[in-house]
């Protein structure tokens, strides 16, 4: 029973392809993040969506597009990959935004743009 | 601004001996929690331990233990009694009531030795 999944866990791609993360949580959360883990295993907050409104949106390049169908799934679309992007990718829920509320952690996408 | 701070990069520590990672953290808010969460080499991220700005007792969780330090603004988590599988990355973060933003440190890297 996984609180919260990531597919795929491991992307390989060529520069200038387009590629989507799929993200689905089972805790019934109303927030889900996205955050992008660099190779200094730095966490940085891209997105986050509260009940499929977008609440949270960082300095983050155009070519990532996030989509929350519903309140248990958030996606990240990147079109044009650039070596950049290579990092890990890591999907996050939440309930509400109280003090006490504690985020839980999806296992991650490794991307890796060649 | 809030700020987490981990001014250590890296942690060597004996198996079964205890040891301290050190997190300070900066915010004008009254009602924030601090979370510590373990990264292994296998990527997850693991919540491991929850403390309240209002909570007047140290959380504690297993071998683990949050030493909550107010008037300095510290959560230091302690590790008691070491394992080889406490090697992993560490990361401290605090959520602020009414925000939905979780601010990470920039972690460390905990070694157990054999």
């Known amino acids: 029973d996984t609180a919260v999944s990531q597919t795929p866990k491991y992307l390989v791609t060529q520069m200038g392809n387009d590629k989507s993360i799929k993200c689905e949580q089972n805790l019934g959360h109303d927030t889900m993040y996205w955050y992008k883990q660099d190779s200094k295993k730095f966490l940085k907050i891209m997105f986050s969506?509260?009940?499929?409104?977008?609440?949270i949106n960082e300095t983050v390049p155009n070519r990532f597009s996030p989509k929350s169908p519903d309140k248990a799934h958030l996606n990240l679309h990147i079109n044009s990959l650039e070596l950049g992007d290579s990092a890990v990718y890591f999907c996050?829920?939440?309930?509400?935004?109280?003090?006490?509320?504690?985020?839980?952690f999806g296992p991650g996408t490794r991307l890796t743009v060649l | 601004a809030q700020k987490i701070t981990q001014t250590q990069p890296g942690m060597f520590v004996q198996e079964k001996e205890a040891v301290t990672l050190d997190c300070t953290y900066d915010?004008?808010?009254?009602?924030?929690?601090l979370f510590w969460y373990k990264q292994p080499s296998s990527g997850e991220m693991i919540f491991l331990i929850y403390?309240?700005?209002?909570?007047?007792q140290n959380a504690t969780e297993g071998r683990y233990s949050l030493n909550f330090q107010k008037a300095r603004k510290s959560a230091n988590l302690v590790i008691s009694a070491s394992q080889l599988g406490d090697s992993a990355m560490y990361f401290c973060a605090m959520k602020a009531s009414g925000t939905y933003k979780y601010i990470f440190g920039t972690g460390t890297r905990l070694k157990v030795l054999a």
């Open positions: 915010t004008s808010d009254q009602s924030y929690g």
């Open positions: 996050a829920s939440s309930q509400m935004a109280i003090s006490t509320d504690t985020q839980y």
């Open positions: 969506y509260n009940n499929k409104e977008l609440i």
């Open positions: 403390q309240g700005s209002y909570d007047e």
